[in-house]
């Protein structure tokens, strides 16, 4: 069955530590990858993707992901965090040959401590 | 630049009352549309997506519905809400070609009592 594990449910780190975010993937065939945050009060956005080329893809405001296609991973990192980062972390997936269907992770709660 | 609206953002039914939420976009065509459930815990469930007016697949089997009237309107439906549907609920588009980013609206909150 298609499906996508994110393993850390709740996160708490202070400011200035490392950050790594867990994502396996459950999906055949050739896929896309993607991370959403969801600040407080505001819409689901687009982190990064991943499509093809270059397995480390770099996305906004420092965040980087890379794809590990033996281990059928997609993991979130960020050197620094900072408080600003306090959010909810989607990963997702879809296939690569035109379908439709995207599926999502249940989401990482991300807060930071000042 | 493309914009997603939802309303309302929030809504109080009873159970067993009807349900209609609408979903627009602005500034592209074609659109492909998708209607999420957003349950603490349980991350995004796809309920139904788009491709064109009339062209609606369902996800999941449920209590409900969807249709796409216009080629930039989508809306969800019910024609009697259950306690079980409370939730938030997520349009989001993406370009016809259906892999490539969406673009989520602000959603609207659900609470069935």
């Known amino acids: 069955a298609q499906s996508v594990s994110q393993h850390n449910h709740h996160v708490i780190l202070s400011e200035a530590a490392s950050l790594e975010l867990g994502c396996n993937y459950s999906y055949g065939g050739t896929v896309n990858l993607f991370w959403y945050v969801q600040y407080p009060g505001q819409h689901l956005q687009l982190l990064l993707k991943?499509?093809?080329?270059?397995?480390l893809v770099k996305g906004i405001k420092g965040f980087e992901a890379e794809f590990i296609k033996s281990k059928f991973s997609f993991n979130l990192r960020k050197p620094s965090v900072q408080w600003s980062d306090t959010a909810e972390y989607f990963c997702?997936?879809?296939?690569?040959?035109?379908?439709?269907?995207?599926?999502f992770g249940t989401g990482t709660r991300l807060k930071v401590l000042a | 630049s493309q914009t997603i609206h939802q309303w309302p953002a929030t809504l109080v039914q009873p159970v067993g009352s009807p349900l209609s939420l609408e979903c627009t976009v602005e500034g592209t065509s074609n659109p492909n549309l998708y209607w999420y459930r957003q349950a603490a815990g349980r991350g995004l469930q796809l309920l139904f997506y788009s491709i064109g007016i009339d062209q609606i697949s369902s996800e999941v089997p449920q209590n409900l519905s969807a249709s796409r009237p216009q080629d930039r309107q989508f809306i969800l439906s019910s024609k009697k809400l259950l306690l079980s549907d409370s939730g938030f609920y997520l349009c989001?588009?993406?370009?016809?070609?259906?892999?490539?980013?969406?673009?989520f609206g602000p959603g609207t909150r659900l609470t069935v009592l």
């Open positions: 991943y499509f093809s080329g270059d397995p």
């Open positions: 989001a588009w993406s370009v016809p070609e259906g892999t490539d980013t969406q673009y």
């Open positions: 997702a997936v879809n296939g690569a040959s035109g379908t439709y269907k995207y599926i």
